[in-house]
């Protein structure tokens, strides 16, 4: 009997986030796991859903255009109900929703779960039915440790072409920042700097590891400034978003962060996801400090990573 995984809200990185704990079950306890098709990650079969097998890896990234996302994202506001309708009506079959409303499709029929009890009655009940799970927070970090070299070989085997895998000829520090969103929501406040500390940070980071070049992606336009501030401290600044306008910003963003020699953001699940991959830590932002740094093993514990890397 499979365990279905419908819908986990949020964007890119948060699916991955999802898809890594769901492998870390699938290969733990030996059963069937499948995820729905989403805008982000879908089958390589043109199946509704995909199972996350240890040796068929069976999924991608989706590129299609923005129309057919569109489409296919109605699609699933009446698929998935569907799925938790039929789930929840026809026993043995279950029905599980988790973590907050906003993470899952509206007019889910479906019992309520909370967190910490989840993932043990959900394994259970999944060895002898068909089980519907929506929601955030089917977690288990202990089991992400002991699988995480079998869950790397399998991202990296399904998103080869966007790692675009390279030796460090020239060690830079990969930057992302996030603010967009972030300042919409009050609970990620501690995930936002100035650009003094951004800065701060750069500069830091920069003379610690004795780096000379900066690899910047922002979801706001870099004041001048900014970039002045790195350049006459003798940094190469370079914004691929700017020389590469024609590329896929996936490929460019992937690459970029898994050949990185060192991270520093404000606890982007995608960054984090990818550098889950290759990297031991990353380094945030501080206000008090020249930088924190954060190993990843201990990121869904850290704050402030642990806000939304949980």
């Known amino acids: ?20 704990h769901l492998m870390a079950l699938a290969f733990e306890y030996k059963i069937k796991v499948y995820k729905i098709n989403d805008i982000f990650l879908s089958s390589k079969d043109t199946l509704i859903m995909f199972r996350l097998d240890e040796d068929n890896i069976n999924w991608k990234i989706n590129n299609s255009n923005l129309i057919k996302k569109f489409i296919y994202k109605l699609f699933l ?5 569907f799925i938790h309708f039929f789930c929840n009506v026809t026993p043995p079959n279950k029905s599980y929703k988790i973590g907050s409303k906003n993470n899952y499709p509206s007019l889910i029929n479906g019992n309520y779960l909370k967190e910490n009890s989840s ?11 068909n089980v519907a799970v929506c929601g955030w927070g089917l977690r288990d970090w202990k089991l992400v440790s002991k699988h995480k070299k079998t869950i790397i070989k399998n991202i990296k085997c399904a998103c080869g072409e966007y790692l675009n895998i390279q030796e460090h000829k020239n060690k830079y520090l990969f930057v ?3 603010r967009s969103d972030f300042l919409e929501v009050e609970e ?25 070049k900066v690899v910047i992606f922002s979801d706001e336009l870099i004041k001048k400034f900014f970039i002045l ?6 940094l190469e600044v370079i914004i691929p978003e700017n020389e590469n306008k024609n590329l896929n910003f996936n490929k460019i963003f992937f690459k970029y962060i898994y050949n990185a020699s060192y991270i520093l953001c404000n606890s982007s699940s995608l960054v984090l996801s990818i550098a ?18 954060i190993l990843l093993s201990d990121a869904h514990i850290s704050h402030p990573t642990n806000i939304n890397w949980k």
């Open 229 to 234: 501030s790195l350049k006459t401290k003798g």
């Open 176 to 178: 992302h920042i996030r």
């Open 188 to 212: 990620f406040k501690d995930l936002n700097f100035s650009d003094d500390i951004w800065i701060k940070s750069i500069l830091n980071i920069c003379s610690f590891k004795s780096i000379k």
């Open 77 to 81: 506001k009446i698929l998935i109900p």
């Open 276 to 293: 889950f991959l290759s990297h031991e830590s990353i380094y945030l932002p501080c206000r008090n400090k020249e930088f924190i740094e």
């Open 119 to 129: 993932v043990t009655r959900i394994i259970r009940e999944a060895k002898n039915s």
């Open 1 to 20: 009997m499979p365990l279905i995984f419908t819908s986990g809200g949020g964007r890119l990185g948060n699916q991955f986030l999802n898809l890594i």
